[in-house]
């Protein structure tokens, strides 16, 4: 069974930092594409971040040149490195995966293409 399990939300205020983590479980974590998504109340869900199982990252223009997405293969962590965060990044964050065999090529910030969710993690900015 896939397992997602993100941590790392809090209440910070404008211009800090947080960083997101997702654990997985239960599939090949390094052969997957994964991704962080965040939705606000009110709003869609929106793509954030995206990496595929060789390292290639996509980005939301606005998070773009602020956050940064990483994964930890041997750890089958993926991470999140906000900064310079603003109150309009206030959202509960979630991460995806799409489990592949062969390997996951093309980041995406598509929401139908992963398959597998956590059960997300809040983030406040206060200004």
């Known amino acids: 069974v896939v397992q997602l399990v993100e941590s790392g939300g809090g209440t910070v205020q404008a211009g800090g930092s947080l960083r997101l983590s997702c654990e997985a479980s239960?599939?090949?974590?390094?052969?997957?594409?994964v991704a962080w998504f965040r939705q606000a109340p009110g709003k869609e869900r929106e793509g954030v971040a995206a990496i595929d199982s060789g390292g290639r990252t996509r980005y939301a223009d606005s998070v773009t040149g602020r956050f940064t997405i990483s994964r930890d293969n041997p750890k089958n962590t993926l991470y999140l490195q906000m900064n310079s965060l603003k109150p309009e990044d206030t959202a509960m964050y979630y991460c995806?995966?799409?489990?592949?065999?062969?390997?996951?090529?093309?980041?995406?910030?598509?929401?139908?293409?992963?398959?597998?969710w956590g059960q997300g993690t809040q983030v406040t900015v206060s200004s």
């Open positions: 239960g599939y090949t974590y390094s052969a997957s594409c």
């Open positions: 995806g995966a799409l489990p592949a065999t062969g390997g996951c090529y093309g980041p995406s910030l598509s929401g139908t293409v992963y398959t597998s």
